[in-house]
């Protein structure tokens, strides 16, 4: 069992270097150059701003909770603990770097020499204190610290994209397995079609994966993507290399006993919630491979969401009220996911449109897995690794290719958070020029 997967409160060397590749030190520093006034550690000055006055809304949460405690003070300043932390250690670094520049005035010669000897290992230090308050001021996910449901359905391709998509699922169980999380096959549900695949996979039309940890959304959040294959499939007689693809959602799984009213289905206002009035039942008989039971009984359940369309099957157990249970857990998952969607959509009108060429959705080919070349690409983070068959077994060079995609994700949300701050204090400023005229 792994311990809860949390966002760190730092950025480490590495994940710090990702983000200068990604170009969002670039960015700052053509905001920093851009700017009358120097900021801190080349911080656009929106970003300082909110750091500030978090620091400050932070400071008199602290003191109202010392006369009087309140859960939502209390929750809120947790929230925010994170951001007045990494602005301290931002503001005694520089302190630092000031003491150096001030002694490198000294007419004492040695001085002069210490101080410039400490003074490019300053300025890196202080250049990743920059970058890692920019990370904990951008929003957190409301759905990083729950599990997660990783689904995978065949893309175009055929036969051969039902067969990689079984090495996918497998490729996740073994991730989960080598990295201690808990995991469970909600849905497994093979294709009528049972030709062994390249590697001895079964073609399958649906799979889903729960992935039990608190946090697991967070960490897994990236494979959401269309997935691409290319190598020579089995039934091959030509030697000729195809292409195929699998699209893998990653939706929040919400908690069977949640205390968190936004987590709570019963709960109208929160994201899992779903009418049930709204909600088309029908009982089927479940169909594919599986022996005589398939056919016989009237154990499958098919949900439809009518409003929007969402169809949930699900067919896995014997049993009518399991399988009920389980379309009723993956209807409410996708339904609070497409609302998430929705919101982040109307988010994105308040964002510069040179962004939108960074966002990536459910269709966009994320990572291309080829055969011949033993190589995967991750496509978001520039990545290109070897050893696909380590990729495949959910060994350490998987784990690399997704930890390369959490700093990219982080990366975009940094540059985004700075578009919408930017975006906020231009309508600001523009209604505070409409005030001034109408007043003259």
């Not at 966002?7 to 170009?23: D, F, I, K, N, V």
């Not at 770097?97 to 490019?120: F, I, P």
Request: include cysteine.
């Amino acid at each position: 069992m792994s311990a809860t997967m949390l966002a760190a409160p730092w950025l480490c060397r590495s994940c710090a270097h990702s983000l200068r590749r990604s170009g969002v030190f670039v960015s700052l520093q053509l905001r920093k150059a851009s700017t009358a006034s120097q900021t801190l550690a080349g911080l656009p000055p929106v970003l300082l701003d909110r750091a500030r006055k978090l620091a400050a809304e932070h400071k008199q949460l602290t003191k109202q909770l010392e006369s009087e405690y309140e859960p939502t003070a209390a929750k809120r300043a947790g929230e925010i603990s994170k951001v007045v932390a990494a602005l301290q250690e931002l503001d005694r670094a520089k302190a630092a770097l000031d003491e150096l520049n001030g002694l490198l005035e000294s007419d004492d010669a040695e001085l002069r020499q210490l101080a410039n000897d400490d003074l490019d290992a300053t300025k890196k230090h202080l250049e990743t204190l920059g970058l890692n308050l920019s990370a904990t001021l951008t929003p957190k996910h409301p759905f990083a610290d729950m599990p997660c449901l990783i689904e995978l359905h065949p893309g175009p391709g055929g036969t051969e994209g039902r067969h990689f998509a079984d090495t996918l699922f497998r490729m996740y169980q073994k991730y989960c397995e080598n990295k201690g999380y808990s995991a469970r096959v909600i849905s497994y549900q093979e294709a009528e079609d049972r030709t062994p695949g390249l590697d001895g996979e079964v073609p399958i039309s649906e799979a889903v994966l729960e992935v039990t940890d608190p946090g697991a959304f967070a960490a897994f959040r990236g494979e959401a993507g269309m997935h691409r294959v290319q190598r020579i499939p089995a039934t091959e007689k030509q030697g000729r290399t195809h292409t195929s693809a699998v699209a893998v959602w990653v939706l929040p799984s919400f908690p069977e006993n949640s205390t968190d009213a936004e987590n709570d289905f019963n709960n109208p206002e929160s994201d899992f919630y779903v009418d049930p009035t709204e909600v088309k039942s029908e009982k089927m008989r479940a169909s594919g491979a599986g022996g005589q039971h398939v056919n016989k009984t009237e154990s499958a359940i098919r949900l439809t969401h009518i409003p929007t369309g969402i169809q949930v099957s699900m067919q896995d157990s014997r049993s009518q009220q399991q399988n009920r249970e389980r379309a009723w857990r993956l209807l409410r998952s996708r339904i609070a996911s497409l609302r998430r969607e929705q919101r982040e959509a109307q988010a994105k009108d308040l964002r510069d449109s040179v962004l939108s060429q960074s966002q990536m959705s459910r269709g966009d080919k994320i990572r291309t897995y080829n055969y011949q070349q033993d190589r995967c690409t991750d496509h978001r983070s520039g990545l290109d690794v070897h050893n696909l068959p380590n990729v495949l077994q959910g060994g350490e060079v998987l784990d690399k290719v997704i930890n390369s995609v959490q700093s990219w994700l982080t990366a975009m949300d940094i540059r985004n958070l700075i578009a919408q701050e930017e975006a906020q204090a231009r309508a600001a400023a523009g209604g505070s020029d409409k005030k001034k005229k109408g007043g003259k």
